[in-house]
């Protein structure tokens, strides 16, 4: 009960952090793909140096961990590249809400690995979240940029479901921070090769909203995140992180004067109700 409690702690104050994440997809004035690359290799850094002021383990213990951890990194940073590039496209709350439709993934995916079937209440809570989603969306027009945006949105939560059920099942051993050093190290090289705009470039103030991204919204949360996966499962992780656009919807309003619709409002009512039982439930 200890660690559950830990893991909800964990979850809850990362989720808030990552609610004021998609500002600096509208903030920052660059590429998707170069907001990934700068932000991930200032965020590994961080992290770098943090594990080694408290000395703690960096080392992975063996090759098969070293593949994994390959292949989650790589997983990470095309699920950030697609986020990013689906809240420049469609605004913030409906990038976010579009991302949320990795529980439902999740709630499928993750009983997989265990040999068995989803729970009827979590597919239950995964239509729920679905037809959140759903309200969305204006028209399905791909000429639309809202429904251009929950595609780009809805293929940034594959990614991320599998990233987060695989780091569930096979690195559960790791610490948050260890885990996000690595990963965030392989997002920057695969965003690395997408960049467009010459760094020297920037502008002092491009410059400081990276540094904050990568410190405060990244480092820190994903670190918090990764941790919480120790001590609960990642569909109820997955679920919990349904509050994220809530926050990120509010930050949107209150900082860029992004005023949702009544659509997208009654999706969200969903999504972050869905979200309350998953977390009563826990």
């Known amino acids: 009960m200890e660690d559950r409690r ?3 702690l964990y979850v809850h104050s990362a989720i808030l952090m990552f609610g004021g994440t998609g500002l600096f997809a509208r903030l920052i004035e660059l590429p998707a793909t170069d907001i990934i690359a700068w932000r991930s290799v200032m ?9 080694l002021v ?14 994994i951890m390959l292949g989650i990194g790589v997983l990470l940073g095309i699920h950030w590249i697609t986020y990013f590039h689906s809240m420049q496209i469609a605004g913030v709350a409906v990038g976010m809400l579009a991302l ?12 997989l690995f265990h040999g068995q079937k989803p729970h009827l209440r979590d597919v239950i809570c995964a239509v729920l979240v679905f037809v959140g989603v759903l309200l969305l969306v204006p028209d399905f027009s791909l000429e639309n940029d ?10 940034s939560a594959v990614f991320f479901a599998l990233r987060n059920t695989l780091q569930r099942h096979y690195l ?7 885990s996000m050093l690595y990963q965030g190290a392989v997002a920057a090289l695969v965003a690395f090769p997408l960049l467009q705009v010459n760094p020297s470039t920037f502008s002092a103030d491009t410059l400081w909203k990276l540094a904050l991204l990568a410190t405060v919204f990244t480092a820190i949360p994903h670190s918090l995140f990764a941790g919480s996966l120790r001590y609960l499962k990642a569909k109820t992780v997955g679920l919990i992180g349904c509050l994220q656009p809530v926050y990120g919807t509010l930050f949107a309003f209150l900082i860029l004067q992004e005023q949702p619709d009544l659509f ?18 826990s």
């Open 6 to 8: 830990k893991g909800l």
């Open 43 to 51: 965020a590994a850094l961080v992290l770098l140096l943090i594990l």
């Open 54 to 67: 408290l000395k703690r383990p960096i080392r992975l213990r063996n090759g098969r961990d070293s593949a």
């Open 100 to 111: 949320y439709t990795s529980p439902i993934i999740t709630v499928f995916l993750e009983p």
């Open 146 to 155: 809202i429904t251009q945006g929950v595609l780009w949105g809805v293929l």
């Open 172 to 178: 559960q051993g790791y610490r948050g921070d260890t």
């Open 264 to 281: 997208t409002l009654l999706g969200g009512a969903l999504i972050v109700g869905t979200a309350a039982w998953e977390t009563y439930r």
